[in-house]
């Protein structure tokens, strides 16, 4: 997901090729939830994104623990032979971004530790939660409260409660609750499997009485947060 405006990507997974098009600013801070594959395997396309354009600084931002991973793994000289050019840092668990928004990094629950994101504007917000497992006592619920616009993954249907806790995922009834108790204003789904190509994968209607605001995103969506 990208916020062109302000320079800002959550998340390095194969799509962050679609980054090139979209920037309009001398920089970008991305932020990475967690370091499964799927979610930082776009970090070795940056030479390719940002060829040509006027990007000053690129700033990533990974759970400090997580940075010997990245280096050792992703960027192992047998795998990347030229050492990227851009900074890794440690999340900070606030981040007042170049724009003058606040980023807030939430712990949620996933194999191998994650983090949810919200982001405050002045007179907005705006949460994004993915790869965790979607619950009506989830601990990231109070941090989400009262956003305008929640980005939840939805890996699973309702049915697959069971393989959605080994994975560390969430089926769709639990995340139209987190939406209705964060009192979010409108919900969107992503992070969904991915080998389901039903023109419906979820079956929105049967959650409109939980939460009727509910989009499935599709990729190069465009929407106002």
Same mark, same amino acid.
């Given at each position: ?50 060829? #040509? ?30 050492? *990227? ?7 900070? *668990? ?27 504007? $002045? ?8 790869? %965790? ?5 989830? %601990?990231?619920?109070? $941090? ?12 699973? *249907? ?8 080994? %994975? ?24 969904? =499997? *991915? ?9 929105? #209607? ?5 939460? #009727? =605001? ?12």
């Amino acid at each position: 997901m990208m916020l062109p405006e302000i320079g800002v990507i959550l998340d390095a997974g194969t799509g962050i090729f679609r980054a090139r098009d979209l920037i309009q600013t001398d920089h970008l801070d991305i932020f990475l939830s967690h370091m499964h594959l799927d979610h930082c395997v776009g970090l070795t396309f940056l030479y390719d994104v940002l060829l #040509d354009k006027n990007v000053n600084r690129v700033t990533v931002h990974v759970a400090a623990e997580k940075i010997k991973a990245l280096d050792e793994a992703l960027f192992h000289p047998d795998l990347f032979p030229v050492k *990227p050019n851009f900074e890794i840092v440690p999340l900070e *668990p606030t981040v007042k971004l170049a724009g003058g928004q606040r980023l807030t990094a939430i712990p949620v629950e996933h194999p191998g530790g994650a983090y949810a994101f919200r982001i405050d504007f $002045e007179d907005r917000s705006m949460a994004y939660v993915t790869d %965790t497992v979607a619950a009506e006592d989830a %601990t990231y619920l109070n $941090e989400i409260e009262g956003v305008q616009t929640l980005v939840h993954e939805c890996y699973f *249907p309702d049915g697959w409660e069971a393989k959605a806790t080994l %994975t560390g995922h969430s089926c769709l009834t639990p995340v139209a609750k987190v939406a209705a108790l964060a009192k979010a204003e409108r919900l969107f789904l992503v992070h969904i =499997n *991915p080998l389901n190509e039903s023109d419906q994968p979820l079956d929105l #209607d049967s959650v409109k009485s939980i939460f #009727d =605001n509910i989009e499935v995103a599709s990729d190069q969506l465009v929407i106002d947060v």
